[in-house]
């Protein structure tokens, strides 16, 4: 059998990594080179702080990998579970890539944070997969799933020892040659001039702009290597994405991105792990889309869930829903009967009785929760921590219906649950230090990240997301188009413009939330009134948003929109509608005003924590830093002159509160 040298890729690749393979690719001994990539282990960041700094040590990795795939001995990988990141990007300039694992997940985790590859991927990986997947791998972040059908990308062995596959394949593999030293650019399917390419990568360039701007450099970036490097040589397209991952990696979008999506995470992450819990059980009241998604986030994190709703029905549904997500997410290596198994329902109120924390997560209307809140705490033991999962609810308002306010807490989760991130913890008046610690301790085992806030009407969140619906429902009033209105927001990053957002939600409960706002009047809610005004129309024609295929919009049974035609007989058309950019301006600036007040009130601590909150809880654009971090990004004194424009056209709720900074 030929002799093969065995290397072991590192968590991080350093100079010792690449001595060592030059080394035994220059063993005249040796008959080929076999690196075997074992499962990430090490911190991600790791490695993103070297993607960050970009060390000399990146540029002669990428000189490394084109020496040894022209080089005349053959270079294997052998993968031993999913691959990402640089490891991702080694493992493809092999020649050829082996497992015995059943399915092999390959991805390039960094896009998130606007570094996009550096090393070759961009020009190799289209030729192993195709460039729609491709596409979809390195530019909207979709893992490649292999399980043996693609063999360019990955040869799956069953029952065969690595070195022996290795061995059979090196005895017949001959000098290697890459796919891409031997194609000729111009009559490669994957020429980036030829019509279905063109076609592929327009239509990636419109994705991309309805998600962001040009100002979030990375994809941009990304999609111009792809469309400039497949029409050049192979060498010529790694120039491209070298030059190209360089201006990302110091572009202010990236560093808001990472500053925003990894940094203040870590940060909020590490002091709630600080705190050691021992719920090894939970109760949740309430079986609805939250207390689903509740019941099966906890489960799948390993806590055992007694489940209660008066409505048997809606408990079979529940629990249909959950073992449809623990299908789906079984491909993922995760157990799904372990995770359904967990998840037990409850008879009686009593049957919660043994649990540490019970979370409340029933319908949002207040005479229902105190109802539902006094009958639970009247069963449970005095040690137990009883939540309230309130869109708006003041905590010290609900508390009342308990007899321990000290061990009453809000915890709000974000829809889909099991999807979203962010947890915020609202604090009562009378909430002990004690249950804060037991709620933060509970986050960390959901794997949430926490936002500690103080109690006041709609909290930190709900509030700030009320204030720019409201903002577009006051322009709906002036007769700009919704769609307009839409369009503008998605132009400037929001995932989901505020008009779409209000119909999804449900109008009529947003009336609700409006009320309870209007009640207390702090900030934007001053003028919740007019947005209830507006909501009415819609509530008493029974369009009531999505739900029934007509609110703001027109719904067909496929779920598209379009503009209600009898809108305008409401709301005349506006004959000379703002441009997009002063739209955009004051669904932004209202976010940030909004959130100054609730600094002013000491709801938060801190603008940092605004920003983790935007992000993560109603995905405001990552690569403008967060709703706070926006005001350094476009400059302070640019900010206040736009701000003051806007509270002299439309009025004092774009006046920023006193004492606070806009700084």
């Keep these: 059998m030929k002799k093969i040298a065995f290397v072991n890729f590192p968590e991080i690749p350093n100079g010792g990594f690449l001595s060592g393979l030059g080394r035994q690719l220059a063993d005249p001994g040796n008959s080929g080179v076999c690196i075997r990539f074992s499962p990430a282990a090490g911190e991600p960041a790791d490695e993103l702080r070297i993607l960050c700094s970009a060390p000399p040590l990146l540029s002669e990795l990428r000189g490394t990998l084109r020496t040894w795939e022209r080089g005349s001995k053959p270079v294997a990988a052998w993968l031993e579970g999913d691959v990402s990141g640089v490891a991702f990007e080694v493992a493809l300039a092999c020649h050829r ?105 327009q239509a990636a360039y419109l994705q991309i702009r309805q998600k962001s701007p040009p100002e979030d450099r990375a994809p941009g970036l990304l999609l111009q290597v792809f469309h400039d490097g497949l029409e050049r040589t192979f060498d010529a397209g790694l120039n491209l994405e070298a030059v190209a991952f360089e201006k990302a990696r110091i572009a202010p979008s990236t560093k808001q991105r990472i500053y925003v999506q990894y940094e203040l995470p870590q940060q909020a992450i590490k002091r709630a792990s600080e705190t050691r819990t021992t719920f090894h059980r939970i109760g949740i009241l309430g079986s609805g889309l939250m207390g689903t998604g509740i019941a099966y986030t906890a489960a799948r994190a390993g806590l055992e869930v007694r489940l209660f709703d008066a409505d048997a029905e809606a408990i079979k549904r529940s629990l249909d829903r959950i073992k449809k997500l623990s299908q789906r997410h079984a491909t993922a290596g995760e157990n799904g009967a372990e995770i359904i198994d967990r998840v037990q329902p409850a008879k009686q ?51 009342k219906s308990v007899p321990r306010p000290e061990n009453f807490i809000g915890t709000h989760f974000f829809a889909p649950v099991e999807q979203m991130d962010l947890l915020e913890i609202i604090l009562g008046e009378e909430t002990s230090e004690q249950t804060k610690k037991l709620a933060l301790g509970l986050a960390s085992q959901l794997n949430k990240v926490p936002l500690v806030v103080r109690d ?41 413009g505020p008009l779409a957002m209000a119909d999804l939600t449900s109008l009529d409960l947003l009336a609700d939330i409006f009320r309870s706002l209007a009640h207390h009047g702090r900030g934007s809610a001053q003028f919740a009134p007019d947005a209830l005004g507006i909501l009415s129309k819609f509530i008493d024609a029974k369009r009531l948003g999505r739900k029934v295929r ?56 801190a603008p940092e924590l605004a920003d983790l909150a935007s992000v993560l809880g109603w995905k405001y654009p990552a690569f403008r830093g967060g709703v706070m971090r926006y005001v350094h990004l476009i400059g302070p004194e640019k900010f206040e002159v736009t701000r003051q424009d806007l509270e002299k056209k439309h009025g004092r709720r774009f006046a920023i509160p006193a004492s606070v900074p806009c700084t």
């Design 97 to 201: 890539r082996f497992t015995s694992q059943r399915e092999i997940r390959f991805c390039w985790p960094w896009t998130k944070f606007g570094l996009p590859p550096l090393l070759g991927t961009t020009q190799r990986l289209p030729y192993l997969v195709g460039l729609k997947p491709t596409l979809d791998c390195l530019l909207f972040d979709k893992p490649l799933i292999s399980n043996n059908s693609n063999n360019a990308l990955l040869v799956m062995v069953d029952g065969i020892a690595e070195q022996e596959a290795i061995a059979a394949w090196i005895d017949s593999a001959g000098e290697p040659a890459q796919l891409w030293d031997q194609a000729d650019v111009t009559r490669s399917p994957l020429w980036s001039q030829s019509v279905p390419n063109r076609v592929l990568l």
């Design 550 to 605: 007509g609110g703001i919009y027109d719904y067909a049974e496929d779920g598209s929109r379009r503009d209600w035609e009898e809108l305008p007989h409401w709301f005349p058309c506006d004959p000379k509608p703002p441009s997009g950019h002063v739209i955009a301006d004051r669904l932004m600036y209202i976010q940030t005003i909004e959130t100054l007040h609730t600094l002013r009130e000491g709801v938060l601590d």
């Design 349 to 399: 109120l009593g049957d919660l009785r043994d649990c540490g924390f019970v979370i409340e997560a029933v319908f949002e209307r207040l005479e229902i929760k105190r109802e539902v809140l006094a009958a639970v705490s009247a069963e449970l033991g005095p040690a137990a921590i009883l939540a309230s999962n309130t869109t708006t609810f003041p905590i010290s308002e609900l508390a």
């Design 456 to 496: 006041g009407p709609g909290f930190y969140t709900s509030r700030v997301v009320m204030a720019y619906i409201q903002e577009a429902l006051l322009m709906l009033a002036e007769g700009i188009s919704p769609s307009l209105i839409d369009n503008a927001a998605r132009n400037a990053g929001m995932i989901l």
